[in-house]
T-cell receptor
Framework: DAGITQSPRHKVTETGTPVTLRCHQT?????MYWYRQDPGHGLRLIHY???????DKGEVSDGYSVSRSKTEDFLLTLESATSSQTSVYFC???????????FGPGTRLTVT | DQQVKQNSPSLSVQEGRISILNCDYT??????FLWYKKYPAEGPTFLIS?????DKNEDGRFTVFLNKSAKHLSLHIVPSQPGDSAVYFC??????????FGQGTRLTINP
C-alpha cells in the first residue's frame, strides 16, 4: 500500500465549470499518473509526472492539465468540464525501482 | 489503436476450477507485463508480473504465461475462489515507467 489518497472521492459538476482533482502520496515516489477508467476502454493514461514540475501528456490528455509543485501532490484540472469527462479517475504512483504502479481509491466524477 | 487487448469482457468459472484470462498485444517492443486485479469502488492492485526473458512466472495460485511469438499472455488462477471475483487488467510497460492497459475482463466465480 503506497499511501495514496484522492480527493474528492465523488463529485457532480455542471458542464463548463472548472474541476480540480487532487492526489496525495506519502511514499516519496518519483512517478505519478492520472488515469481514467471507462467501460470498454480499461485504464487510459491522461498525464503523468516524472518529477516535481516535470509532466507529460498521455493517451487522452485533451481537455486536461496537471501540476506537480511538490513530490507528494499531483493535481488534475479540467478547465471546462464536458459530459464526455464523466468517468472514474485514478491516481497512481511508482518508484524508480519497479515498474509496479500503486493506485489510489479513485474519484467518481459526473458532469451534468 | 489498442496495443493491449483483452478480448473477453467477462468470464464465469465454477469455484475450485481453473480460471484462464487472456491478453494479446501488438507491439513487439513490449518486454515486461503486469496483471492487476480490481474490486468495485477500489483502485487496481498489482497481482503478478513477467519479464519477456521468461515464459512463466508463478505466485501461489496465480501463474502468468508469456508466448512472445504469439504476442499473447495468460493468467491462470487455480483453484478459483469466490474472492477472485473481480475485474482483471493486463498491462504492458511502454517507455520509461508507463503502462498500457487492456480493457479488462470481469471474472465471476460461482459457488
Amino acid at each position: 500500500d503506497a499511501g495514496i489518497t484522492q480527493s474528492p472521492r465523488h463529485k457532480v459538476t455542471e458542464t463548463g465549470t472548472p474541476v480540480t482533482l487532487r492526489c496525495h502520496q506519502t511514499e516519496n515516489h518519483r512517478y505519478m499518473y492520472w488515469y481514467r477508467q471507462d467501460p470498454g476502454h480499461g485504464l487510459r493514461l491522461i498525464h503523468y509526472s516524472y518529477g516535481v514540475k516535470d509532466t507529460d501528456k498521455g493517451e487522452v490528455s485533451d481537455g486536461y492539465s496537471v501540476s506537480r509543485s511538490k513530490t507528494e501532490d499531483f493535481l488534475l484540472t479540467l478547465e471546462s468540464a464536458t459530459s464526455s469527462q464523466t468517468s472514474v479517475y485514478f491516481c497512481a504512483t511508482a518508484s524508480e525501482a519497479s515498474y509496479e504502479q500503486y493506485f489510489g481509491p479513485g474519484t467518481r466524477l459526473t458532469v451534468t | 489503436d489498442q496495443q493491449v487487448k483483452q478480448n473477453s469482457p467477462s468470464l464465469s468459472v465454477q469455484e475450485g476450477r481453473i480460471s484462464i484470462l487472456n491478453c494479446d498485444y501488438t507491439n513487439s517492443m513490449f518486454d515486461y507485463f503486469l496483471w492487476y486485479k480490481k474490486y468495485p469502488a477500489e483502485g487496481p492492485t498489482f497481482l503478478i508480473s513477467i519479464s519477456s526473458i521468461k515464459d512463466k512466472n508463478e505466485d501461489g495460485r496465480f501463474t502468468v504465461f508469456l508466448n512472445k511469438s504469439a504476442k499473447h499472455l495468460s493468467l491462470h488462477i487455480v483453484p478459483s475462489q469466490p474472492g477472485d471475483s473481480a475485474v482483471y487488467f493486463c498491462a504492458a510497460v511502454q517507455g520509461a515507467q508507463k503502462l498500457v492497459f487492456g480493457q479488462g475482463t470481469r471474472l465471476t466465480i460461482n459457488p
